[in-house]
């Protein structure tokens, strides 16, 4: 069994940051990827900041410049520094992986999610 555990929520002011981090365990045989979405009330879930074994790095728009992500590979973690924080980040976030496990093979992994909330 797989798992993601996610740590990291809260409550912050406008202006404030946050860091959130994602470790998996369980029988891994190697990540390819990790990275954050989140979910806001009554909207889809969306792509955040995604990062490769490689260190290739993506960002949804909207956090571009505020967000950064970035990972252990040796400790299969990922983390994603939150700074600037608006009330439109308010979402749960969600930590995903694709990786993979033995003896599964490949799987996509997703944490249980952790909320953040920004007051204005």
């Known amino acids: 069994q797989v798992q993601l555990v996610e740590s990291g929520g809260g409550l912050v002011q406008a202006g404030g940051s946050l860091r959130l981090s994602c470790a998996a365990s369980g029988s891994i045989f190697s990540i390819n990827a990790m990275g954050w979405y989140r979910q806001a009330p009554g909207k889809q879930r969306e792509l955040v900041a995604a990062?490769?074994?490689?260190?290739?790095?993506n960002y949804a728009d909207s956090v571009k410049g505020r967000f950064t992500i970035s990972r252990d590979n040796a400790k299969n973690t990922v983390c994603l520094q939150m700074n600037s924080l608006k009330p439109e980040d308010t979402a749960v976030y969600y930590c995903?992986?694709?990786?993979?496990?033995?003896?599964?093979?490949?799987?996509?992994?997703w944490g249980q999610g952790t909320l953040v909330t920004v007051s204005s």
């Open positions: 995903n992986a694709d990786l993979v496990a033995l003896p599964d093979g490949y799987l996509e992994v």
């Open positions: 990062i490769t074994s490689g260190g290739s790095t």
